[in-house]
Nanobody, 128 residues
Framework: QVRLVESGGGSVKDGGSLTLSCEASGYTSSEYCMAWFRQTPRKEREGIAAIESDGTTIYADSVKGRFTISKDNAKNTLYLQMSSLKPEDSATYYC??????????????????????WGQGTQVTVSS
């Protein structure tokens, strides 16, 4: 079975940096879209970055230029490097996996409905 396990969350100061990891297991297809989402109690889950099997990356405007998504295929691990963090970046961060490339399917990459597999989430808190 497919399993996604996030790690790397924590507390940082405004302007700080943090790197999240998501270790994937049980998925063997060469086609995928892996994404990072975040959610707070007041907001819907927001898709912020995605990467597909050919290495193409996509970002939401809210994180473009500050966050970098990458994947180490040898380790089956997805990363999210976050820099210039702001208090409004505080949220629970989730990784997600879809069996189609990010630009395939009927739902956009930032729609949580398209992703079949999810991690348990990791908390990021940015203090001012």
């Amino acid at each position: 079975q497919v399993r996604l396990v996030e790690s790397g969350g924590g507390s940082v100061k405004d302007g700080g940096s943090l790197t999240l990891s998501c270790e994937a297991s049980g998925y063997t297809s060469s086609e995928y879209c892996m994404a990072w989402f975040r959610q707070t109690p007041r907001k819907e889950r927001e898709g912020i970055a995605a990467i597909e099997s050919d290495g193409t990356t996509i970002y939401a405007d809210s994180v473009k230029g500050r966050f970098t998504i990458s994947k180490d295929n040898a380790k089956n691990t997805l990363y999210l490097q976050m820099s210039s963090l702001k208090p409004e970046d505080s949220a629970t961060y989730y990784c997600a996996l879809d069996v189609l490339d990010c630009f395939s399917g009927t739902n956009f990459w930032y729609r949580d409905a398209r992703y079949k597999f999810w991690g348990q989430g990791t908390q990021v808190t940015v203090s001012s």
